[in-house]
T-cell receptor, first 113, second 112 residues
Framework: DAGITQSPRHKVTETGTPVTLRCHQT?????MYWYRQDPGHGLRLIHY???????DKGEVSDGYSVSRSKTEDFLLTLESATSSQTSVYFC????????????FGQGTRLTVV | QKEVEQNSGPLSVPEGAIASLNCTYS??????FFWYRQYSGKSPELIMS????GDKEDGRFTAQLNKASQYVSLLIRDSQPSDSATYLC????????????FGKGTSLLVTP
């Protein structure tokens, strides 16, 4: 299994509070991604990173920010959590560009109340 | 947004039968395709990738790609109850850090 660890695994937070989810990899892969998964929507890309300090937005980036200060860590921050951000969040990593598979972390179940 | 479409199912097959899962994609420029399996409450795990037209076999799994028809399929031979899961089809985007673009998945139920 690819060495990807997400923390926390479960979190309940209140509306309006900031939340940070962490993805840690031991594979030294260049690309890292944050997805959210919701019933009826499937997996949707939030943000991605193509190197240290190199990040960009995905299709559902509003209300989220990311940072990558080290190759191994990719942080996702919900700046002011809303109930619509209740979801399961997955981190994924990929070694290079085209024709390379992505491997997923265990996921974080976030509930905003 | 370029789409990947899958029938949500559930697709029910008896144990030992062949399960056929289908996927279409709208981006004619897509070159790379992937099948993932996701058990309830778990993360997606890679089954197969396919990049060229034709068939690719790995054990009980066969992926098929037809770029002219923009169609990808996954066949599971000798289906087992442990194959019951949601199967996700994805293509790869060149303009989002090569992120995978997923369909919503097909639920497969293999009955004993």
């Amino acid at each position: 299994d690819a060495g990807i660890t997400q923390s926390p695994r479960h979190k309940v937070t209140e509306t309006g509070t900031p939340v940070t989810l962490r993805c840690h990899q031991t594979e030294n892969h260049r690309y890292m991604y944050w997805y959210r998964q919701d019933p009826g929507h499937g997996l949707r890309l939030i943000h991605y990173s193509y190197g240290v300090k190199d990040t960009d937005k995905g299709e559902v980036s509003d209300g989220y920010s990311v940072s990558r200060s080290k190759t191994e860590d990719f942080l996702l921050t919900l700046e002011s959590a809303t109930s619509s951000q209740t979801s399961v969040y997955f981190c994924a990593i990929s070694e290079s560009s085209f024709r390379t598979e992505a491997f997923f972390g265990q996921g974080t179940r976030l509930t905003v109340v | 947004q370029k789409e990947v479409e899958q029938n949500s199912g559930p697709l029910s097959v008896p144990e030992g039968a062949i399960a056929s899962l289908n996927c279409t994609y709208s981006d004619r420029g897509s070159q790379s395709f992937f099948w993932y399996r996701q058990y309830s409450g778990k993360s997606p795990e890679l089954i197969m990738s396919i990049y060229s037209n034709g068939d690719k076999e790995d054990g009980r799994f066969t992926a098929q790609l037809n770029k002219a028809s923009q169609y990808v399929s996954l066949l599971i031979r000798d289906s087992q109850p442990s194959d019951s899961a949601t199967y996700l089809c994805a293509d790869q985007r060149g303009n989002s850090g090569y992120a995978l673009n997923f369909g919503k998945g097909t639920s497969l139920l293999v009955t004993p």
